[in-house]
């Protein structure tokens, strides 16, 4: 029996009423929870964007540094080429020399001009061209120009002539006889001449963006704030954290970007190719945010008024449904009044309450029933996929539904980071996502089931190649998902890249074998035209054979090892370095006129006639025979090149050893088989 509601609480009992308040405490709710979730989703999407660009924008700027550190040593380079090595002896001509270089000037704050010995002949900065009292030989960046004969940056250094921090970019001039002096140039850190391109990396101090560039060492080279320069990163309190961070990441020189930890702050870092520099970014998360947090506030508000209207027109909508229901109560009553039976299983509360009861009651018991069969099913088809030895999922709409537990633990991930995820965070690159759908649908059209290898991601970072194979569910219904096998190949994959490897290479020094040099002359003779000039050099070692007979075969080894880490440090990286057989030795030169390749050869000559190999006590050193030959337009085949290249190398070694020869192309009046073999001057005997 129903017990009346005392006083104002009447009105609770009412369902309309009940209806009504419930209403409007979810639209309420809603609207604050939908707002609150959408506002939190764009800034989280915001500060996910942003990141982004502010890792695109800082790899650009880095790409943009490592390209003007490569014009500058470009420009020093072709200064270098035009000195005259004789008027390094005087000062009037050294002098002449730089004021017949404006352009190169004007790439730097001043350019110097520097014999062997580190006495600066000439320096032209903005108070004119002279030749200073200066003495540059106790400097590093000069040593390493001269003895390691290379152009280099310098670290940041305090300058000789204003004191001021600069970066010292420097080139060796060379003469026949190697390197005679230095030509130089220097930027000061402060003027904004390391990249005038892009100013905002000097913008001044309390601006939302914080630019700063620093070496490897974590000094300062670009700061908006002069006196930071050649100040520690740790320092700096925008970048502290993010410098600590990058430390224990093992201080990668990541020049695609990378996004650093720093409270308060939006932080990516960039290397700059080819110098150990670092291109810092700070932006200031709050400044960003800020329009965000104003656009929650408003929403909130707007949310508030449109809840208080919605429950006004949800009252009375509520209040007009209801009248019907209020007939069907009257009856209902009359009906309790007529047919007492009918009272049987009515529900405490009158009219159509206790029907709908009963309603719900059956829904929910036949619900539990279909709830408890579709657990069972996905029991066994879980206890099926966990039998499995590959990874099994399966997706629809290039989403996760299901993944075995053999899948989560070969990408590294639990089961709730795969479920409903995009099926692009196993994928290593965001092409092959893109790839592989187009593959599987003409697969599937072609009516079969689509296999491929992929690169896949672990949860960790980690990528693993990977065989799969999918099938659709339904090959009526492509859209009704597709069920995936995925089988690690990473070790038959590193397999087959180490016999691909094997077979183009000599398996003790590491260089190309004869079958990659004779594809790769092959090909650059079909293509002489474009390939023009190109010189070989073919090397054949001097008292090798004594090494294998009186310290053994692994002595020899030893020894052939160092012989081919010489050559290699003589040569470009697109350069060909072989090992022809025995101690026999060649190096192609693509794009490298004959005069070139004589010094490459000079070099290569005197790398290993100064190799020293500790064995057991000794000390183990060869001695090297060396031909260049050209590519002639008129030779009839590759195998002229070489005949050509190895007649220069005999000729060499008749004349006794430790020598350079080179074979020269025949006059017009000669056949095209003759060679004239060239002594080269400045090759020396060893």
Not at 450 to 471: C, H, M, N
Request: with cysteine.
């Amino acid at each position: 029996m129903l017990v009346p509601l005392p006083g104002p609480l009447r009105v609770l009992g009412s369902l309309k009423w009940r209806i009504t308040l419930g209403t409007l405490a979810v639209v309420v709710l809603s609207l604050f929870a939908v707002t609150s979730e959408l506002l939190r989703r764009a800034q989280a999407d915001m500060l996910v964007a942003q990141r982004d660009h502010e890792l695109t924008t800082v790899a650009a700027v880095a790409h943009q540094l490592g390209r003007r550190v490569g014009e500058l040593q470009r420009v020093l380079e072709l200064t270098a080429l035009q000195v005259d090595p004789g008027g390094l002896a005087d000062d009037a001509r050294a002098r002449q020399f730089l004021h017949a270089k404006p352009v190169a000037r004007y790439h730097f704050s001043s350019l110097f001009l520097a014999d062997r010995a580190g006495t600066v002949l000439a320096l032209a900065d903005d108070q004119g061209i002279r030749r200073p009292e200066l003495h540059i030989g106790d400097r590093a960046y000069f040593q390493q120009t001269v003895s390691g004969d290379r152009p280099v940056v310098s670290e940041p250094v305090p300058g000789r002539v204003s004191n001021a921090p600069v970066l010292v970019f420097t080139y060796p001039v060379r003469s026949a006889q190697g390197v005679v002096g230095v030509i130089g140039g220097t930027l000061r850190l402060a003027s904004g001449a390391l990249l005038p391109d892009a100013p905002e990396l000097t913008r001044g101090p309390g601006a939302e963006v914080l630019w700063t560039i620093s070496d490897s060492a974590g000094r300062t080279l670009v700061h908006p704030r002069v006196e930071r320069l050649m100040q520690p990163m740790s320092t700096e309190p925008r970048l502290a954290q993010a410098w600590a961070h990058w430390l224990r990441l093992g201080s990668p020189l990541e020049t695609a970007g990378l996004q650093l930890e720093q409270p308060q702050e939006l932080v990516s870092a960039a290397a700059v190719a080819g110098t150990g520099w670092m291109v810092w970014r700070a932006r200031a998360e709050g400044a960003l945010l800020q329009p965000l947090v104003d656009a929650r506030r408003h929403a909130l508000w707007l949310a508030a008024l449109a809840a208080l209207a919605g429950s006004v027109v949800t009252g009375f909508v509520v209040i007009r449904m209801f009248r019907p229901l209020a007939r069907l109560e009257q009856r209902a009553l009359h009906l309790l009044d007529d047919d007492r039976e009918a009272d049987q299983g009515w529900p405490e509360a009158r009219g159509e309450i206790g029907h709908l009861a009963r309603v719900l009651r059956q829904v929910s018991t036949e619900r539990a029933r279909l709830a408890q069969h579709n657990e069972q099913n996905l029991r066994r088809l879980r206890s099926v996929m966990a039998a499995a030895p590959v990874g099994i999922a399966f997706t629809h709409q290039r989403r996760f539904v299901l993944v075995s537990q053999e899948m989560c633990q070969m990408f590294g991930r639990d089961e709730a980071d795969l479920l409903g995820q995009s099926t692009d965070v196993i994928y290593a690159r965001a092409e092959d996502f893109d790839a592989v759908g187009p593959l599987v649908v003409l697969a599937f059209k072609a009516g079969r089931p689509y296999s491929g290898e992929w690169l896949l991601r672990r949860a960790d970072g980690s990528t693993f190649w990977a065989q799969l194979r999918g099938r659709p569910v339904d090959a009526a219904d492509p859209g009704a998902g597709v069920i995936w096998s995925i089988i690690d190949i990473n070790a038959e994959v590193a397999q087959r890249s180490q016999l691909e490897w094997s077979a183009t290479h000599d398996a003790l020094t590491g260089l190309a074998n004869r079958q990659a040099f004779d594809a790769r002359l092959e090909q650059l003779f079909h293509a002489r035209d474009a390939a023009l000039p190109a010189t070989l050099v073919a090397i054949d070692l001097d008292r090798f054979k004594p090494i294998n007979d009186d310290a053994g075969h692994a002595a020899g080894d030893a020894v052939l090892k160092a012989v081919a880490a010489a050559i290699t440090a003589c040569v470009r990286v697109n350069d060909l370095a072989v090992r022809t057989g025995g101690d026999e030795f060649a190096v192609l030169l693509e794009h490298c006129p004959h005069d070139v390749g004589l010094r490459v050869a000079e070099g290569i000559l005197r790398r290993i006639a100064a190799l020293q190999v500790p064995w057991e006590g000794r000390t183990l050193g060869v001695g090297a025979s060396l031909g260049v030959a050209p590519l002639a337009p008129d030779m009839p085949d590759a195998a002229t090149w070489t005949a050509a290249a190895d007649a220069a190398c005999y000729a060499a070694k008749a004349a006794g050893r430790g020598t350079i020869r080179s074979a020269a192309p025949p006059p017009a009046a000669e056949t095209r088989s003759a060679l004239r073999l060239v002594p080269t001057p400045g090759a020396r005997r060893n």
